[in-house]
């Protein structure tokens, strides 16, 4: 039974990287853009300056003298004999995202809510996939398509095209 459900799950999500961490050059908000590891679907959820920053380090590896808060999640989790095994962005909802850590701990799987950028920093942290369910990229294409204005359209086919060195212009 458990493998018929799992098979489900990954059915209904899209298994994501990270393609880059950006500045939006129109409103210099913090953009992590998701692709596809299978396609070219790109996903670009606009974050914090202080998430997108812990992601930062960690993407680029560097060590702060102190753990930073998405580190000491990670000591925590560790401390409970926990493992997070992937994060899901599970929702999208008055155009907000919404996420789910999922975990394990002692044979039992633990889901939490949290923030996309939350939920990123952290499965950076524990080298776990990171997914998107495949209604939220269905809802985000319908929202672009549908309600906002083309600016989004355009700034999605934008991202889509850029280039590793054309990426590296608006990076944080």
């Not at 990287?17 to 950006?22: A, P, V």
């Not at 999640?73 to 155009?95: H, I, Y």
């Not at 080298?127 to 929202?143: A, G, K, N, W």
């Amino acid at each position: 039974m458990k493998t018929a459900t799992r098979e489900v799950e990954v059915a209904a999500e899209v298994e994501m990287q990270i393609r880059g961490l950006m500045m939006d050059p129109v409103t210099n908000v913090p953009i992590v853009v998701l692709k596809d590891v299978q396609g070219e679907t790109v996903l670009p959820i606009w974050v914090g300056m202080f998430e997108a920053n812990a992601i930062a380090l960690e993407l680029e590896k560097t060590t702060t003298p102190r753990p930073m808060t998405h580190d000491l999640l990670q000591n925590v989790t560790r401390g409970l004999n926990a493992v997070v095994t992937k994060v899901v962005v599970s929702e999208l909802r008055e155009e907000t995202y919404y996420a789910v850590i999922w975990m394990e701990q002692g044979g039992e799987r633990v889901v939490i809510d949290a923030r996309p950028s939350d939920a990123i920093a952290l499965a950076l942290r524990w080298d776990c996939p990171i997914f998107v369910s495949r209604q939220v990229l269905e809802h985000s294409r319908q929202t672009v398509n549908g309600n906002q204005s083309v600016n989004a359209e355009e700034m999605r086919r934008w991202l889509e095209n850029l280039n590793d060195d054309e990426m590296g212009r608006y990076k944080m």
